[in-house]
Nanobody, 122 residues
Framework: QAQLVESGGGLVQAGGSLRLSCAAATRFSSYTMGWFRQAPGKEREFVSVINWIGDMTYYADSVKGRFTISRDNAKTTLYLQMDMLKPEDTAVYYC????????????????WGQGAQVTVSS
């Protein structure tokens, strides 16, 4: 059974919005969680991270001011609100969980979802 399951991806026009959700197993309510993305032919890259309490967040410069990460620990669900989408945001988006306090590298995320496709048309 999958422990992290993304949903909410799809096709949207440039300037539009999408909200991704990541349903997580109950134990991940105390984990640091993040979003990553991977465009075709490119390496997976960091998008955003949130601590287990949900009061500290960090964003890649490429999405800062446009994306918002949040979590609902009562539902053990992670969210990524994506506004003002650009064609360069097109990628498969992955949620991930880390047992570390402040993960700084991808190997510190031990659990990954299968990904959700986001396509932004110009």
């Amino acid at each position: 059974q999958a422990q992290l399951v993304e949903s909410g991806g799809g096709l949207v026009q440039a300037g539009g919005s999408l909200r991704l959700s990541c349903a997580a197993a109950t134990r991940f309510s105390s984990y640091t969680m993040g979003w990553f993305r991977q465009a075709p032919g490119k390496e997976r890259e960091f998008v955003s991270v949130i601590n287990w309490i949900g009061d500290m967040t960090y964003y890649a410069d490429s999405v800062k001011g446009r994306f918002t990460i949040s979590r609902d620990n009562a539902k053990t669900t992670l969210y990524l609100q994506m506004d003002m989408l650009k064609p360069e945001d097109t990628a498969v988006y992955y949620c991930a969980a880390s047992p570390t306090w402040r993960p700084t590298k991808m190997t510190e995320y031990h659990y990954w979802g299968q990904g959700a496709q986001v396509t932004v048309s110009s």
